[in-house]
T-cell receptor, first 110, second 118 residues
Framework: DAKTTQPPSMDCAEGRAANLPCNHS???????VYWYRQIHSQGPQYIIH???NNETNEMASLIITEDRKSSTLILPHATLRDTAVYYC???????????FGRGTQLTVWP | DVKVTQSSRYLVKRTGEKVFLECVQD?????MFWYRQDPGLGLRLIYF???????EKGDIPEGYSVSREKKERFSLILESASTNQTSMYLC?????????????????FGEGSRLTVL
């Protein structure tokens, strides 16, 4: 059930900001936007989530457009260790269903 | 830190064998999940559980069953393994909250169990 659209791959220079876009034009009013990442051979790792307002934590910032149809995950100073597949997910946890699509492969180069 | 431990990192089994994948968490989370991950298909939810002895089907429950006899342990069972169940299996937990969300949305994953069925 593809509720989000992400570019399959992106790259970024080390030390620069990585801006990962996500389209979710059919998002419902009660659905949150979640971001996870998966480093090769590891389980996915939670990054951040939000409903309407922009959010920031120690890992990243999440910018959600006013109409909530798209969002951007920002890694302010990308490092080589940020190379991973990044998943943008919309959903409500009530049914435990957070659909992980194919994500964006972010490659950070030196 | 939340620790989610999966019993085996790599398993090789034969077609028709019964397979148990164990997952143990140490953070008292109410919700536990089993996913499988396959190239090109992403993560797909097999089963989940909101509480002890409680289970609900995910999107691909066929060929699998689960057991949650204790809060910290969630087991995935393949009654008769088949080659199309060769996959990476990921266990995850989530802290429970009140209705309607029932969970924070923050999943904590184990390192995965790579199962090969010959």
């Amino acid at each position: 059930d593809a509720k989000t659209t992400q570019p399959p791959s992106m790259d970024c220079a080390e030390g620069r900001a990585a801006n990962l876009p996500c389209n979710h034009s059919t998002i419902s009013g009660n659905e949150y936007v979640y971001w996870y990442r998966q480093i090769h051979s590891q389980g996915p790792q939670y990054i951040i989530h939000g409903l309407k307002n922009n959010e920031t934590n120690e890992m990243a910032s999440l910018i959600i457009t006013e109409d909530r149809k798209s969002s951007t995950l920002i890694l302010p100073h990308a490092t080589l260790r940020d190379t991973a597949v990044y998943y943008c997910i919309v959903g409500v946890t009530t049914l435990g269903r957070l659909y992980f699509g194919r994500g964006t492969q972010l490659t950070v180069w030196p | 830190d939340v620790k989610v431990t999966q019993s085996s990192r790599y398993l090789v089994k034969r077609t028709g064998e019964k397979v148990f994948l164990e997952c143990v968490q140490d953070m008292d989370h109410e919700n536990m999940f089993w996913y499988r991950q396959d190239p090109g298909l992403g993560l797909r939810l097999i089963y989940f559980s909101y509480d002890v002895k409680m289970k609900e089907k995910g999107d691909i429950p066929e060929g699998y069953s689960v057991s949650r006899e204790k809060k910290e342990r969630f087991s995935l069972i393949l009654e008769s393994a088949s080659t199309n169940q060769t996959s990476m299996y990921l266990c995850a937990t989530m802290l429970g909250t009140s209705e309607p969300l029932r969970g924070t949305g923050e999943l904590f994953f184990g390192e995965g169990s790579r199962l090969t069925v010959l």
